[in-house]
Structure formats: structure tokens, C-alpha cells
């Protein structure tokens, strides 16, 4: 039994994590420029390999404009190997002061889920990245809902970054889809700041499918609503679509 | 001892066949030779040296092995692992002897003999045999092990009773002392060190002075002793790892206490567990910050058994528990926790320490910058508990798009570039990982020439490197390797990737 004053707590703070998403949807993508909520589990996904690179640094900008550091970012050899390190001068460039930045490298998706546990439960740490390709073995909802606990017990934002894996069932406050999108071009058609389409594909206590295409302001630390060229994204997704499972939703782009 | 590393390590070998004369053989330059024999195949009148063909015609039993020297050196270290619980200060002999400094130790067994008896009984219990030797100097006490001669009142007697070949010099030498009529130590002594050096050379004059004790010949030991060092011997062995790391924080907590008398905490601890049966076990914990505090360590322990490939086997339990802390550092009597920042980093150091632990050092890294242009070595990734090196990044422009990938492929992919290409400009379109990009922007090109003071012999080809973004925004790092006036056809690399 939760002491009720923990329990109070709990609901306020859920209370609080839904207005902030009511405004972010009026306000396209308001809510991420300020970061995920901490103190809870969220889940990116990276719906192929080639978008790890999208998944890691929407996970960076999420982190960043939360103000959650310093950062424990745990990776599998596998990921490593496939998707390349995390390379230092390209965090900088993110915004990303590798100062803040912990690396673990582990063995595999069981010692991942292990590691992330400790770290969620560290009230030092202001975010936790927790990357995991393909299906991650162990990750159920019994194992969501550890690091979900632990992270409120601590206020660390404990984000599960997934890359090319099966959505399983969790107890992620919020789920989101990232992919790159074509960044606005500079002077001599240079590729811009990066640019991400984002689909909530769920949140708990709130409908969710909405979509957004933002793009990382390293200079304010923001997401900032990035205005479309080509083809639109309907700004407020269709609300049916807020009740559907959250299985596969979106097919490989 | 190659014939007692096979009985102990691998006895099925000897189920059976007790009785057989056993010898190693390696081959020498194209013949087949005995390298090692067992007394039995001695007594029988075979030698060291001899052809496996020769040994087998005169001994048809003969057991024969493959020679194995790296082995028999493992085992050595073996051996001297163990002896560590009679004394820090441990050397090897190689190939077959072991140097203790037993100075300040023999007290606990009793006395020299004491000390003696006791390695005796416990290598006789494993099927060892052992020559030991006392002397006032490492040299002395090695000489007489191996060369026992006839009984002696005292220990200069004994070297003076000798035979000439315990000085070790090479064949000539020593068959020309024989010749002379010297046939022990002793006849040599007799003679002017001058007139020694004179006939049979320095060597002679020098290992004459070695085995007197008037020349020095420090003891090397293996593993330095560790300032600070506890250990608590059972004479009922612990057999229970839960009892065994209470022992462990009892130890901690007398390091500890010695430690802060000096002002310091350790950074690395050794825990080593001896057990009964000669085995030993080492489990070493490593700390980012200077620590004392025995709870601490113990959960490190915890860690550090749990990770364990092998885990950990008391066997008939441990007969002595040593703990020694290999690094200490300056740790003043109370941290000041003024600020929440100060715990706040506490607590991560502590969990950096507790995934190092467990998972090894070495996986949790920083990244530290580093100062070179090649962007695979601009970074140097550093366990984390190690002290940053003293460089600066360089900071991007403001309003300036990354210009560098958040991940870095190394080595460099290879790309397949399809579309034609303007001699100074990316491909427009190219395949990677059986996929195909079409560029829709890019911007380069950037040229990072090879460091050609690192490797006068051979530049490295120019890369040239460009930012682009294929039609669905996937932002890619490629370069081409080589100038068009450098190489005939420039191959394509992709080497990271943009957020």
C-alpha cells in the first residue's frame, strides 16, 4: 500500500504531465520545448537501423531541453558495431557537452535492462538513455515498469531509445516514433539544422497519434516547429486514431 | 615439475599406469629430444637430451609428452601465487624455483623451520616436491636448493661443499675449473679472487661473489607489496562465501583504519582468498574517488563475484583472506557535503563505480577531446573513473548546422557511388548497405589531408568530406578518399551519421 501523500504526488504530477502534453498539441510541439517530463519512462523508436542516428539525437534534444543532465547513455557491442560510437565532436555540435555524457558499453540487452535500473534509480543523473536494437530480449512490462518506479523515485527522465524493434507492450508514460525529415537548406542548398517527423504513437491518460515535424535549436536548446515544405502533416491527427493499440502502427518509411 | 603439473592438473592421464617412466619431449632443430624426465625414467638411464628415437629403444614404456615450457611457466605463477600467503615478497626462478623474502614472516609458522615444514606438508598433500633452501642471500638460498650438497655445520660451510657446477657458468668455464682440480665451491674460494677472474673469466669472479652474499643480487619479487596490507588466517578453513565476505568487511574495515591515520583513502583494492587447497582467488575492486568506507566496498565485492565468468568456489573453504590496497590517495577526515551538487556528483561516481565493477572499467567511458584533425582521433574515450587529459573542444558558430556526425564509423564504410559525379563534387546518388540514397543537398567539400608528419614514408590519400542529406532527410558524412590527381579511381566512404 502507497502512502497516500506518495500517492498524491503521483497523481499530480501525471495531473501536470498531461496539461503540459493539452499544450503541446495546441501549440505544435509546444510541449517539447521543454523536454520530456522527468521522473518518468519514455520510449523513442527508431523505426529501421538507418534512423538510429534520428532516434539518438531526438533522445540528445529531449534530454537537453529538459535541462536533465549529466547524461548515462548505455549501449549494446551490437549497436556500437552497426550504428557507429558516439562520436564527441558531433555531440558538441548537438549542443551536447561530452563533459555531461557517461558511456556504458555492455554485452547484451539483459545487462542493458540491468544497468538501466541502476541508473534510473541515481538521483545524481538528470537523464538515463537506455539504447536497444532489434528486440530487445528481457524488456517486458514487468521489467518497463522497474525503471518506470525508479525513475520517479529518483525525477530522472529514463528514456528507452529503440531501434528497429517490435513495440511491446510497457509502462512508458509517453511512446514516440522518430524520423529524420529534410532539414530546411541553407545558403548553396546545404543540408540545415536536424529536422525530425515525430508521431506520439501513445501516452498514458491521453489520446495520443498526433504527429509533429520540429526541428533542434542548438543555440536555445528547443525543438522549434518546423515549417513544412511538400507535403503537409496534419498538424492535429485524426482523434479515432487516438484509441488504437499501440502496436505496429506505422510501417518502414 | 612438468611430470607433477600433468598429475595434478590432468590425472586422468595416470589412471592405471603408475608404474610407467614418463618423459616430455620437444623437438630441436629437425630430431625429436627429451626435454624433462620423471626419476623413473632417469633411473633407467635415460638423459635429458636424448633422441625420442635412442630413449624409446632402450626404454620401450616409456611415456612420452609433448613438451609444454609456456605451461609449466604458467604453472610457476601459479605456484607463486600461492606462496604469497607465506610472504608478500615473492620472485620466480624460472624454470623451476620460487624466491621468498621470508624476513618478518617466519614468526608465524614458528620460526624458519616451522615455516619450512609447513610448505613441506602442504606440497607434499598436492603431490609436489620440494627442495628448500635458507640463506642469507636470494642467490645462496637458490643455489643450495638446487644443488644440495653434503650435510655442513652452517651456511658458508654448505656453499663451500658445493660442486663447482652450482655457480652456473657456461660449459668451458666449467669444465676448465674442473680441469684445473677445483671440484667445489670451496677449492675455488681458496684461490685470490684476482687469479679466478684471470683463468675462467669475469662470470666466475662475479657469480663467486653472488653466492658469498658479497655482491648484491636483489630480489626482484613479482608483485610489489602493496602499502597497505591485512590478512587473517583460519585454522578452521571458511567455506562459505556470505562468512567469507564478512571476513572481507572486518579487513576493509582495519584497512581502513590504517588508512585514515595517513590521511587517505584507497582507489584500488586486492582481495585475495587462499584457499586450503593451495588455489588462490583474486578479486580486485576499483574506485573512482578515494574511499574507506567498508560498506562501500563490500557492495563493490558483491559486484565484482557476481560478474564473475566462473563463479567463485570455496572448495574446502579458505584457510587466509589478505586484503591489500594497491593505490591509495590523499582522502581528508570528512567530505564536505555543503551542496546538493557535491552529493549529487558523489552519487554518480558511486554508480560509475558499481557498473565498472561489474561490467569492467573499460565500459564506462568518457569522452574526452583530443587534439588531432583526423576525426577518427579527435576523441579519446577514457575509462571514467581516469582524470580528464587537458584539451579543449572547439565549439561550433552559433546558427551553424552540426558539422560534425553524433555517430562515426570505424573504420570507414564503403560506399558504392552510382550517379555521375562532378570532379569536385559528392555523388548524387550512392549505395549503402544495399540501399540506395539520393542526394538532395549537400555541402563540401571539406579537405582534411592525412597527417604526413606522422608517416614520412607514406602520405595517406586526401579525403575529402561532404555533408549530405538524401531525399527522406538521412543525413550522412561521406568523403572521398583521394584526390581525382591522386588516385585513378577515388573510392567512397561513408564515416558518419547526422542526428
Redesign the interface.
Same mark, same amino acid.
Given at each position: 500500500m502507497e502512502e497516500p501523500f506518495a500517492l498524491i504526488d503521483r497523481l499530480r504530477r501525471a495531473a501536470c504531465l498531461a496539461t503540459r502534453m493539452e499544450e503541446g498539441e495546441r501549440g505544435t510541439g509546444d510541449a517539447l520545448t521543454r523536454g520530456l517530463a522527468p521522473a518518468q519512462l519514455h520510449e523513442i523508436h527508431a523505426l529501421s537501423q538507418?534512423?538510429?542516428?534520428?532516434g539518438?539525437?531526438?533522445a540528445?534534444g529531449c534530454a537537453l531541453a529538459a535541462g536533465a543532465r549529466?547524461i548515462?547513455w548505455l549501449r549494446t557491442e551490437a549497436a556500437e558495431r552497426q550504428?557507429?560510437? @558516439?562520436?564527441?565532436?558531433?555531440?558538441? %555540435?548537438?549542443g551536447l &557537452?561530452?563533459?555531461d555524457?557517461?558511456?556504458?558499453?555492455?554485452?547484451d540487452d539483459s545487462?542493458l535492462l540491468r544497468?538501466a535500473a541502476?541508473?534510473a534509480r541515481?538521483?545524481?543523473?538528470g537523464t538515463v538513455i537506455a539504447e536497444g536494437w532489434g528486440a530487445m530480449r528481457g524488456l517486458d512490462l514487468t521489467a518497463s515498469r522497474r525503471l518506470m518506479l525508479a525513475a520517479e523515485a529518483s525525477g530522472v527522465v529514463m528514456i528507452l531509445l529503440r531501434v528497429a524493434g517490435q513495440v511491446v507492450p510497457s509502462a512508458a508514460t509517453t511512446r514516440w516514433a522518430v524520423?529524420?525529415?529534410?532539414?530546411r537548406? @541553407?545558403a548553396?542548398?546545404?543540408?540545415? %539544422?536536424?529536422?525530425y &517527423?515525430l508521431e506520439l504513437l501513445r501516452r498514458r491518460g491521453a489520446p495520443a497519434g498526433t504527429r509533429w515535424r520540429v526541428e533542434?535549436n542548438?543555440?536555445t536548446q528547443s525543438f522549434d516547429p518546423a515549417p513544412l515544405s511538400g507535403a503537409r502533416l496534419p498538424l492535429v491527427a485524426d482523434r479515432a486514431a487516438a484509441d488504437r493499440p499501440p502496436a505496429p502502427v506505422r510501417g518502414t518509411? | 615439475m612438468p611430470i607433477e603439473r600433468l598429475r595434478i592438473g590432468r590425472p586422468h592421464l595416470f589412471v592405471g599406469r603408475d608404474e610407467a617412466p614418463i618423459a616430455f619431449a620437444e623437438s630441436v632443430g629437425g630430431a625429436v629430444r627429451l626435454a624433462a624426465l620423471d626419476p623413473a625414467a632417469r633411473g633407467a638411464g635415460l638423459s635429458v637430451g636424448l633422441t625420442l628415437a635412442d630413449a624409446r629403444a632402450r626404454v620401450p614404456a616409456l611415456e612420452i609428452f609433448p613438451h609444454d615450457p609456456i605451461a609449466d611457466a604458467d604453472w610457476l605463477e601459479r605456484l607463486a601465487e600461492g606462496a604469497r600467503r607465506y610472504s608478500p615478497a615473492v620472485a620466480l626462478d624460472p624454470p623451476q624455483g620460487l624466491v621468498l623474502d621470508s624476513a618478518g614472516a617466519d614468526h608465524l609458522f614458528g620460526g624458519e623451520r616451522g615455516l619450512a615444514e609447513d610448505i613441506e606438508t602442504r606440497m607434499a598433500r598436492r603431490g609436489i616436491t620440494v627442495r628448500l633452501a635458507y640463506g642469507d642471500t636470494p642467490e645462496a638460498a637458490r643455489t643450495l636448493a638446487r644443488y644440495a650438497g653434503t650435510p655442513a655445520p652452517d651456511e658458508m660451510g654448505a656453499i663451500r661443499r658445493l660442486p663447482v657446477a652450482a655457480l652456473e657458468l657456461d660449459e668451458d668455464a666449467g669444465a676448465a675449473l674442473i680441469a684445473a682440480g677445483l671440484k667445489t665451491v670451496g677449492d675455488v674460494l681458496a684461490r685470490p679472487m684476482a687469479t679466478i677472474a684471470a683463468r675462467f673469466g669475469r662470470e666466475a669472479a662475479t657469480a663467486l661473489r653472488r653466492l658469498t652474499g658479497e655482491e648484491d643480487s636483489p630480489l626482484i619479487p613479482r608483485v610489489v607489496a602493496a602499502p597497505i596490507g591485512v590478512e587473517r588466517r583460519f585454522a578452521e578453513p571458511v567455506a562459505r562465501t556470505e562468512h567469507m565476505l564478512g571476513v572481507l568487511e572486518e579487513l576493509a574495515g582495519e584497512a581502513a583504519r590504517a588508512l585514515e591515520e595517513r590521511h587517505e583513502g584507497g582507489r584500488r583494492w586486492d582481495a585475495r582468498l587462499f584457499r586450503a587447497d593451495g588455489e588462490v582467488q583474486a578479486l580486485r575492486v576499483e574506485t573512482g574517488q578515494p574511499t574507506r568506507d567498508p560498506a562501500v566496498l563490500l557492495r563493490l565485492f558483491r559486484e565484482r563475484i557476481e560478474a564473475l565468468a566462473d563463479p567463485l568456489d570455496p572448495g574446502f573453504g579458505y584457510d587466509l583472506i589478505r586484503l591489500d590496497v594497491g593505490l591509495a590517495e590523499k582522502l581528508d577526515a570528512v567530505q564536505l557535503r555543503l551542496e546538493g551538487g557535491e552529493?549529487?556528483?558523489?552519487?554518480?561516481a558511486?554508480?560509475?563505480d558499481?557498473?565498472g565493477t561489474?561490467?569492467g572499467r573499460e565500459?564506462?567511458?568518457?569522452?574526452?577531446?583530443r587534439d588531432s584533425h583526423m576525426?577518427e582521433q579527435?576523441?579519446l574515450?577514457l575509462p571514467?573513473t581516469e582524470a580528464?587529459p587537458r584539451a579543449e573542444?572547439?565549439?561550433?558558430e552559433?546558427?551553424e548546422?552540426?558539422?560534425?556526425?553524433?555517430?562515426?564509423?570505424?573504420p570507414p564504410q564503403p560506399i558504392e557511388s552510382l550517379a555521375a559525379e562532378t570532379p569536385d563534387g559528392p555523388p548524387a546518388r550512392f549505395r549503402w548497405?544495399r540501399?540506395m540514397h539520393d542526394v538532395?543537398?549537400?555541402?563540401g567539400p571539406e579537405r582534411i589531408a592525412g597527417e604526413w608528419w606522422r608517416r614520412a614514408d607514406m602520405t595517406p590519400p586526401t579525403r575529402d568530406y561532404y555533408?549530405?542529406?538524401d531525399?527522406?532527410?538521412?543525413?550522412f558524412w561521406i568523403f572521398r578518399h583521394g584526390l581525382y590527381s591522386e588516385t585513378e579511381r577515388p573510392r567512397w566512404y561513408v564515416h558518419?551519421?547526422?542526428?
Open positions: 538507418g534512423e538510429a542516428a534520428s539518438a539525437g531526438f540528445i549529466p548515462l550504428g557507429g560510437r @558516439l562520436h564527441g565532436p558531433g555531440l558538441i %555540435a548537438m &557537452d561530452p563533459a555524457l557517461v558511456v556504458v558499453v555492455v554485452g545487462a544497468a541502476d541508473g541515481c538521483p545524481g543523473l524520423a529524420p525529415a529534410p532539414s537548406a @541553407l548553396a542548398d546545404a543540408p540545415g %539544422a536536424p529536422a &517527423d533542434w542548438r543555440d518509411r | 552529493a549529487k556528483a558523489e552519487a554518480v558511486a554508480l560509475i558499481r557498473l561489474r561490467l565500459r564506462v567511458r568518457r569522452i574526452h577531446p576525426p579527435a576523441e574515450l571514467a580528464a573542444w572547439t565549439h561550433p552559433p546558427g548546422p552540426p558539422m560534425r556526425p553524433i555517430h562515426l564509423f570505424d548497405q540501399k538532395a543537398r549537400a555541402e555533408r549530405v542529406e531525399v527522406r532527410g538521412r543525413r558518419g551519421l547526422f542526428a
